[in-house]
């Protein structure tokens, strides 16, 4: 099992930016895919990105294409989100999680089983 933590949530405004963190520890990254979701009150958790350590991806969901980069950083060991054009819709949890899904289920948050407590990300106007 592999123990996850979300950092570099905050408070933004419209248009800004914001880079989360996902650092692994009690394993490492290798063999999984990472992804990215997030959940707002009231709806369910979806999916925002994802990227295979080994290689493979990156994945976005529509909604974030074009302003959010999923990468890795080998030297330090994580999973990076950049997001940037930050939008009201964009306020929510953000979850880091790792798995093994097939391509098509990349998106499918029943496919990854360890997950991070997540960081607040809150987009003001």
């Known amino acids: 099992q592999v123990q996850l933590a979300e950092s570099g949530g905050g408070p933004v405004q419209a248009g800004g930016s914001l880079r989360l963190s996902c650092a692994a520890s009690?394993?490492?990254?290798?063999?999984?895919?990472i992804g990215w979701f997030r959940q707002a009150p009231g709806k369910e958790r979806e999916f925002v990105a994802a990227?295979?350590?080994?290689?493979?991806?990156?994945y976005y969901a529509d909604s974030v294409k074009g302003r959010f980069t999923i990468s890795k950083d080998r030297a330090k060991g994580t999973v990076d989100l950049q997001m940037d054009t930050l939008q009201f819709a964009d306020t929510a949890v953000y979850y880091c999680?790792?798995?093994?899904?097939?391509?098509?289920?990349?998106?499918?948050?029943?496919?990854?089983?360890?997950w991070g407590p997540g960081t607040q990300v809150t987009v003001s106007s």
């Open positions: 999680a790792v798995g093994r899904p097939i391509v098509s289920a990349v998106s499918d948050p029943r496919m990854y089983y360890d």
């Open positions: 009690g394993g490492t990254f290798s063999g999984y895919a």
């Open positions: 990227i295979r350590w080994s290689g493979g991806g990156p």
